[in-house]
Structures are given as C-alpha cells and as structure tokens.
C-alpha cells in the first residue's frame, strides 16, 4: 500500500464520541468515505493525463505535430467521456 493510499485511509478514518456521557472517543473507518476518496483520486488522475495530453496537442515536439489531433481527441475523452462514465458508475459528483 502506498503512502497516497494511508492517506486516503486517514481522511476515512472518523473520532467519534462514545461512552455513556460522552467523553470517550474511538477511531471509526468509514468505508463509503474511503471507496469515494479512491474514485475521486482516479477521476483526478484521468484529467491530469487528459490534461498533458491535451498540452501536448497544442505545443508538440518537433516530429509529433501529425499526432496533436489524435492527442486532443484523447485528451477530450479522458477528461470528458471516462470521467463522466466513472462518476455515473460509481454514483460520486
């Protein structure tokens, strides 16, 4: 498990107040809170590549310029259409 992951596992992770007159306090991992931090991370990391895609689309290396369209049409689909597809899938906004 890497170090981005026990991060992600800290902000699911709740102190709550227990105890019959509410003084005691217990660590609770919320689940739900944890899957939808993990898709969000995804969705973010999709529109960071759609993002590099798309600069390179509009500033390409010499040699590369035949391939900024193709580049552009990736990017847009990234950030757009699997974005989209994984917030409708998994029921995150």
Not at 62 to 75: H, K, M, R, T, V
Request: hydrophobic content about 40%.
């Amino acid at each position: 498990m890497n170090e981005r992951i026990r991060k992600l596992e800290q902000q699911a992770t709740e102190t709550v107040k227990c105890g019959l007159n509410g003084t005691a306090t217990a660590e609770v991992f919320n689940r739900k809170k944890f899957a939808e931090l993990i898709v969000r991370e995804c969705i973010e990391q999709l529109i960071k590549e759609g993002d590099a895609w798309e600069q390179f689309s509009r500033n390409p290396p010499p040699g590369q310029e035949i391939n900024a369209s193709a580049a552009l049409f990736a990017a847009y689909r990234l950030k757009e259409d699997a974005v989209n597809r994984l917030e409708e899938h998994f029921g995150v906004e």
